[in-house]
Every structure is written in structure tokens, then in C-alpha cells.
């Protein structure tokens, strides 16, 4: 194991019961029903947990996005050509795509990482390069990367959480809530690889079509990932090994972006299907990042659901997406902020001067 | 029937065929994979429909939220005391209560209807005084409401969500998507005895808790509506028969509300049960009210279920809301804006140079 990711999780603490106790208090008081507005209520709760404050404030949200390509694409898992990966980069960077449209829509700036995109990019200002290779290796033949590769990978997703919640080394204040996303052609196959290792099930069972392949491409696809977990036998309790052997760039930065928030007490809103595998990731370096975390929805990709049971997390929303780039998480964000906001705002029965129940 | 309800049902007319093509093509140009963001798609869709826009733009979103007191209450439904209704109406002006902090985190403006609180409420300037009664009249003895009254306050809902919707009479833009609330303390008493003879269900079956009356609370509410519903036999096929025998005045003008907003092609984001009732009493008088709907939540009052499944609108969220006063409006219509941005500030495949499916 490596110093940065070890002294970064050695900071993560459990989530603060006496923030919770108040908040859970404060709920009871305002001017509605106990317990009336739900999910709203318990997030508000787990919010104060997190951040250790009684009645937290987000003013700055981030979608953390990370781009990464996958050897294995070359065996035709995707429905997509390898060059739409820097092609929706620059769709990123020129805010066209959907995730900069629903986070223009929540108040929230979108970071886009470079982890392994297979071509070199032109340096672009809103383009942060952690470059870790051109691409994974095609798993199906070889580990899709090296030991040393995904410690790196991880480790650039601490540095850069850590440096979007610092506001002294940030032009912008620091983030106080974070969003993952991700862009990477062909990455719902090592997606599906790391969930059937780590949930420990059958491969058919976590693996759909992704961009949308075909049945005869699904087919090939389940072959392929039973095949590569058969040849490299990953350790399900090895979350460095997976990554090693069937892991993507963008999945271990995603890791490390969720490691390094839980570390700095900042609540990390996880997407879809690839923000999930990567939050099984960082849950198998370190458990205490599981209630740091927040399933901003259910995707159609049917692995997902296999996640969201391991993870033993509740997603605020099931709208049938499967798009990924944090699309999901920037709306479960803009739920983050309403469930804050109902906690500090709302006026109590005594403020207001409402009788309670009889 | 009346003038003004049938003149304005008259003006009602489908969604619009051509601009729910164009916003589909358009749908299927933008650089993501087809269908990949599930429901919001669908419902751009079916907002152009309603606006007959084919990329509608929405600026101006208003929350109509409805009072309204119920002589029903005396027989001790609730948990809260109905002076709770007009000390919530305070509470709204007064920008303290859920629906304002969730209507300011969206963007929405509340607008606050005396349609019959049993008191008479100081003039303010925020309020809109409609009232039509100082209350319902108790439903277990006799009707809530003469026939004059029930076609006075569903005309009062047609004229607030017409003159929240033009420009020309109202100090600000005019709302050009609207939200329902409720609140009145009893009233998912008349929401059940409503929902349980249109839907043609047991009282049981869609009778709740409310705002948590308990086991013996709950077995007395579900008898006084079985034996009212006995007593007035309201017709099933008669929208006004049942609003007079056991509804109630702010439900009556949520049913005008969405009425009147359908036939100026305005989105209503109907909130959960209360307004669902009400969207029952609209599709009552006018069926070609419903592709104007869209539902913002699955309430955990039970009888909501049926109303969705009667209406046959699918909610976008559940997140176990039972609070009224439109505050899951709120929340959907925040997905309705994220919607319509996707489908009007995407780039195309051809604009940001992204390769198609292969």
C-alpha cells in the first residue's frame, strides 16, 4: 500500500453523532409533520454527519468528471468508437454536453480529469491532465494495468478532491459537495468486472449493454468478462488487484476523488453504474467511505442495483438513465442542497407560532 | 354546468403532434445514446406537447398553493388542530414554511389562495383571498358544499391560473409552468372519500394516516368516510357531484387551477395526494386535462398509489414526501426545467463533431 492513499484514509472519521442527534432534533421542530417530508429528512441528517455540523450549508458544488479509455474497447464491447471518449471531452470543455447542462441547471461547476484518455489532448485551461497511460490495457489478454499504475490512478483522484475543496489553492471558493462522473468508451465492461468480483455475482447478472449494444454484442461481451476474470482471477478482497486486472483510470481516480472527500468530511453524490464500481472500489480500500457516500440514482444498467445492495445505499432517484458524465449526480446534488436547505431555513413551531400535534 | 368551466374546457386541445416530433428528432441528435437520459427525455417530450414548442423554454415557474379548512375535521381526523391552517397560511407569507425554502431552491415563485380557511385572515398583500366559505361543512352530516359553490370555487382556480399565466395582469412575467399545493388541516379526509369513488376502490384501500393520526384515528376515519360515502352516494361519473358531497374548497380550485392551465398549454406539476384528488375532480370534468399533468412524486399516503395508477401518469420521484403545500411540486418541477434545458442546450452530434453509433 502507498503513503498517500494509507495517511488519507487514516484521516477518514465515522460520521458525527452530535451533528446527526441535532439535526435529527431540529427536523422535529419545524413547522410540518414528523418525519413528513421523508427522504429529504434522513438525507439532511446524514449531511450534518458528514460535514459535522448541525445545520450544514452548500454553496459550492462540483461534478468531478473523469475520462478514460479501455483496451478492451478494441474487442468491440461498445456500441461507440474509442474516439468519441476525447471527442466528448471536448464536448465538455465546450459545454455542450448533458452534464454540462444539468450542472449550469444545479449551481454546479463540472471538473473534467484527463485519467487515460488513448490520445495526448491539447492543454486546455478547464482540462486538469492526470494522465496516468494512453489508455488501459485490453484486460481480455493481459492486467489492465500496472500496480503501480492504479496506485497513481488513485492517488490523483485524492490530489484532485482535495485541491477542489481547498479554497487557498483553487481560483473558486472550495467545493463543499461533490459529484462523481465519468466518460470512457467500453467502460461498462471492467464496470461489470469489478462488480461480479466484488459483489460476487454472476457475470450475466451485472452486465448490460451500455451505450446500447445488441444482443449479440451483450452475448460477447458477458463471454469476454467471464473469460478475463477466469484468466486473472482477481482478489475479491483485493480492491488494488481488481483494479490491476480488470480496473479503468477513470474508475480508480473516481475512487480516489471519493477517499479523499470522506477524509475532508465533504458528502460525495456517486452517478450511475461506473461511479458505482468505482465507489466498490474505494468501499474495499476503506469501509469508512460508505457513509460519506450518497446514490444520487438507480440506473437502467443492471449492475447497478447489484452496487447499490452491496453498498447498502438507498438512491434518491430512478429516472431510467444511464448516460453517466455525473448527470445523476448533478440532479442528486440539486436534492442534496433542498434537504440542507429544509434543515436550516424552515421555520420551527415556536418561530412561527404554529400548535403542534394534539 | 357553467360558462366559464365549460368556455375554458372548450379552449383545451391535444398535445401537439409536431412539436413532440421535432423535440424526439431532436432528442435523437444530441450527443448522448439514445434514450440515455430515460425519463427526462420523455418528458421534454411531453412538454412540447403541452407548449406545442418544439424546445420550450420555461423561466417562470409559480406554485399555486390552495387553503382550505373542512367541517370534516371536527370529527377528529387529523392529528393537528384546524387552527393549524390558517397558522401555516401565516407561515407561508412569511416565507418560513417547506414550500418556500423548496420553491426559492428551485426557482419558483408561491402564490397563497384563501379558498376557505374557517377564519377570516387579515388582507396581505401576497395572499389571494378567494374564499369562497369560512370552511366545508361537515361531510359525516351533509353535504361539504352547495352546487353553486363547488362551480364558484373551480371558476375561482381557472381565474387565479389564468392571471398567474398572462403577463398583462400580474406584476411579474407570466408563470409559464405551474406547480399545485395544498394545505387544510383534515383534508386527506375528502382526498380518500374522492379517490375511493372515482377510482371505484374500498375506502380502506386509500384511506391513510394524513399527518399521522394513529391505528384507532386511522380505523375511525375509514368508517366516517365509509359511512358518509353511504349517506350521499356520490356519482362516480359526476366531477361536481362528488366535490359538492365530500369535497373540498381548495381541492375544487387545484381542479380550476388545472383546468385553466391546460387550455392556456401550460404544464401543472401536480403534487401528491390532496392535489392527485384534485387532478381526479379535473379529469372528471374534462379528460383532456390529463396529458397536461405530469406527477412530481409518489406521496406515502396510500391512496395516492391509486390515484397515479387511475390517471395513468408515471410520478418522477418517491421519496417517501407526505407533506402537501406543493413541495414535491417543487422538486418536479425542477426536473421539468432540467428536462427542457437538456433538450434545448445539448449540442448535436453534428455541433460538437461526436462520432454516431457505429
Known amino acids: 500500500m502507498n503513503n498517500l492513499i494509507d495517511e488519507t484514509i487514516a484521516k477518514i472519521q465515522p460520521l458525527d453523532a452530535n451533528a446527526m442527534d441535532a439535526a435529527r432534533a431540529r427536523q422535529d421542530q419545524?413547522?410540518?409533520?414528523?418525519?413528513?417530508?421523508?427522504?429529504?429528512?434522513?438525507?439532511?441528517?446524514?449531511?450534518?454527519?458528514i460535514t459535522a455540523q448541525a445545520r450544514p450549508r452548500f454553496t459550492q458544488p462540483a461534478i468531478i468528471t473523469m475520462a478514460g479509455d479501455h483496451g478492451?474497447?478494441?474487442?468491440?464491447?461498445?456500441?461507440?468508437?474509442?474516439?468519441?471518449?476525447?471527442?466528448?471531452?471536448?464536448?465538455?470543455?465546450?459545454?455542450?454536453?448533458?452534464?454540462?447542462?444539468?450542472?449550469?441547471?444545479?449551481?454546479?461547476?463540472?471538473?473534467?480529469?484527463?485519467?487515460?484518455?488513448?490520445?495526448?489532448?491539447?492543454?486546455?485551461?478547464?482540462?486538469?491532465?492526470?494522465?496516468?497511460?494512453?489508455?488501459?490495457?485490453?484486460?481480455?489478454?493481459?492486467?489492465?494495468?500496472?500496480?503501480?499504475?492504479?496506485?497513481?490512478?488513485?492517488?490523483?483522484?485524492?490530489?484532485?478532491a482535495t485541491r477542489e475543496i481547498t479554497p487557498s489553492t483553487h481560483a473558486q471558493?472550495?467545493?463543499?459537495?461533490?459529484?462523481?462522473?465519468?466518460?470512457?468508451?467500453?467502460?461498462?465492461?471492467?464496470?461489470?468486472?469489478?462488480?461480479?468480483?466484488?459483489?460476487?455475482?454472476?457475470?450475466?447478472?451485472?452486465?448490460?449493454?451500455?451505450?446500447?449494444?445488441?444482443?449479440?454484442?451483450?452475448?460477447?461481451?458477458?463471454?469476454?468478462?467471464?473469460?478475463?476474470?477466469?484468466?486473472?482471477?482477481?482478489?475479491?478482497?483485493?480492491?488494488?488487484?481488481?483494479?490491476?486486472?480488470?480496473?479503468?483510470?477513470?474508475?480508480?481516480?473516481?475512487?480516489?476523488?471519493?477517499?479523499?472527500?470522506a477524509a475532508r468530511r465533504v458528502p460525495v453524490v456517486i452517478d450511475g453504474f461506473i461511479s458505482g464500481a468505482a465507489a466498490l472500489i474505494a468501499c474495499g480500500l476503506a469501509p469508512t467511505v460508505q457513509p460519506y457516500l450518497i446514490a444520487a440514482h438507480r440506473s437502467v444498467e443492471i449492475g447497478h442495483r447489484a452496487i447499490l445492495e452491496h453498498l447498502r445505499v438507498e438512491p434518491l432517484l430512478d429516472l431510467d438513465l444511464r448516460l453517466g458524465e455525473g448527470t445523476g449526480a448533478a440532479l442528486g446534488i440539486s436534492l442534496c442542497l433542498a434537504a440542507a436547505k429544509i434543515l436550516d431555513e424552515m421555520a420551527t413551531f415556536a418561530d412561527a407560532g404554529v400548535s403542534e400535534k394534539s
Open 72 to 160: 478492451i474497447a478494441r474487442q468491440g464491447v461498445s456500441a461507440y468508437p474509442a474516439e468519441v471518449t476525447p471527442q466528448m471531452v471536448f464536448n465538455f470543455l465546450s459545454g455542450g454536453a448533458a452534464i454540462n447542462v444539468l450542472a449550469r441547471h444545479v449551481g454546479a461547476r463540472v471538473v473534467i480529469v484527463d485519467m487515460g484518455v488513448a490520445s495526448e489532448l491539447p492543454a486546455h485551461p478547464d482540462l486538469v491532465n492526470a494522465k496516468i497511460a494512453l489508455g488501459t490495457r485490453d484486460f481480455s489478454r493481459e492486467p489492465a494495468m500496472t500496480h503501480d499504475e492504479a496506485i497513481r490512478a488513485v492517488e490523483a483522484g485524492i490530489e484532485i
Open 30 to 49: 419545524l413547522t410540518k409533520p414528523h418525519g413528513a417530508l421523508g427522504r429529504l429528512e434522513t438525507l439532511s441528517i446524514q449531511l450534518a454527519g
Open 173 to 261: 471558493d472550495g467545493a463543499d459537495i461533490l459529484g462523481t462522473g465519468d466518460m470512457g468508451i467500453g467502460n461498462t465492461t471492467p464496470s461489470a468486472a469489478i462488480t461480479a468480483t466484488i459483489t460476487r455475482r454472476t457475470v450475466k447478472e451485472v452486465t448490460g449493454r451500455g451505450t446500447g449494444v445488441d444482443d449479440a454484442g451483450l452475448a460477447r461481451k458477458i463471454a469476454m468478462i467471464e473469460r478475463a476474470l477466469d484468466l486473472h482471477k482477481p482478489d475479491a478482497n483485493d480492491a488494488l488487484d481488481i483494479l490491476c486486472k480488470v480496473g479503468g483510470f477513470e474508475i480508480a481516480g473516481l475512487a480516489g476523488v471519493m477517499i479523499g472527500a
